[in-house]
């Protein structure tokens, strides 16, 4: 096979695997036997597509391919279980046949309501019946398109580990039943909130890593940011899905200036904004206007893209409305009320206040159970005490902050921002400090 032809294959089903995925299990409703069936989709593109050429669309080939392989599992189950009910899930895949030249299976798949298929697989994949880390797994893997493998790589897991993952999120699924279909009413609100926070989630893992030696996981955050965009297209009247959407694309916006030639990390105020996706920047704002002008309140991921915007905006980093900001950060505390939240706020504090101002916030939250292994808290303190020429000090929140830290990158900057503060002097007899 050539390498071209296996590229492009791949660059196909990365794009169509989610639609091919969610349609095929419209019919069979069953998730692990619909990714079986849209894998040997998959399988027979890579024996034919590389001797007889690449069809005028591939995209619906897989999609006819897997359909007719999904008539031929439920047959397959009608003759074996007289399971009538089995073949009348979709009565409309029946016109999706095979035919020599595939006119009449492409037809049908370009009919198909696939904006329904891949939201009711958004729905499933994220269901509250499975952990968190299942949730995102099976996201990924559902509707990201990506490949066990790379998803064990990306939250630095053991190929089998996440295979087994995979294993009982869709085990669980079935044997609770989860409808595949979309909610309604007040269940659809619940249901969206877990939806957007896997995006969430996987996302901040991108963005920042919480382990290994890469400070960012870019192939994650970019596979967000397509699942946000996706996601508000098929949410088109949800305020927090266009919230998100916007979030994600404004923080992405700024990938390419968080780390030097050596990928350490560059801090906000220290990025050369030149190097920062304006194309992004335009489309997060765009999204947030969009989120804004569609609730009489913003929520919690509209109004981090509000303050992601007022960076976004400021040409340079000494330009930047921190009052805006703390201002935004005391709203996202009413709303969406945690300590994370509220250390955010005292950075915002900090910089429109003053250290001070900050530092109380900051100080405050030492007592906070949630936060005592969260290594930010103290990396905060840290910045807050050198504005304050409190160096030793300093020195002591930042080595604290680095022996917390689970990132490799992350550890050696707070090491090396100690480092470059004086030590605390011992006295000559006790050596206790003074």
Known sequence: MHSST????????????????????????D???????????????????????????????????????ALDHLRHLKMQAAKHEAIGHDLEAREALV???????????????????????????????????????????????????????????PEPTLAQRLVRAKQKLRDARVPFESPRGE???????????????????????????????????????????????????????????????LQSSRMHARTDAQGRPILLAEQDRGRWDRLLIRRGLAALERAESLAAQRGPYTLQAAIAACHARAPTAAQTDWHRIAA??????????????????????????????????????LQDRALARYH?????RGDLLVRLGRGSEARDAFLAA???????????????????????????ASGRSV
């Open 99 to 157: 035919v020599p030249d595939f006119t009449d299976a492409l037809d049908a798949a370009r009919q198909d309501e696939v904006g329904d298929d891949l939201l009711r697989l958004m729905f499933t994949a994220c269901h509250p019946v499975l952990p968190t880390d299942a949730r995102v797994a099976l996201t990924l893997r559902l509707l990201g398109g990506l490949t066990t493998h790379e998803i064990a790589r990306a939250y630095l897991v």
């Open 402 to 428: 680095a022996g917390l830290a689970g990132n490799g990158r992350e550890k050696t900057l707070l090491e090396e921002r100690a480092a470059a503060l004086p030590q605390r002097r011992t006295g000559p």
């Open 376 to 380: 930010w808290l103290q990396a905060v």
């Open 187 to 249: 269940e659809l609100q619940a249901r969206l909130a877990s939806v957007r926070e896997v995006v969430y989630l996987v996302f901040n893992e991108g963005y920042t890593a919480t382990a290994g030696d890469d400070w960012m996981r870019p192939a994650l955050a970019q596979e967000a940011v397509r699942l946000a965009r996706m996601l508000a297209e098929l949410t088109p009247d949800q305020a927090e899905s266009h919230g998100l959407s916007a979030l994600l694309e």
């Open 328 to 365: 935004l950060y005391g709203e996202l505390a009413a709303v969406a009320p945690s300590p994370v939240v509220e250390l955010n706020r005292a950075v915002a504090v900090g910089m429109a206040d003053g250290p001070a101002a900050g530092l109380a916030i900051a100080d405050a939250l």
């Open 6 to 29: 296996h590229d492009a294959i791949a660059a196909i089903w990365r794009i169509d695997a989610a639609k091919v995925v969610a349609t095929v299990a419209r019919m069979v409703r």
């Open 31 to 69: 998730i692990a036997v619909a990714e079986d069936l849209a894998q040997e989709a998959l399988v027979a593109a890579l024996e034919r597509w590389p001797r007889d050429g690449l069809p005028e669309r591939p995209g619906a080939w897989l999609m006819a391919t897997a359909k007719n392989k």
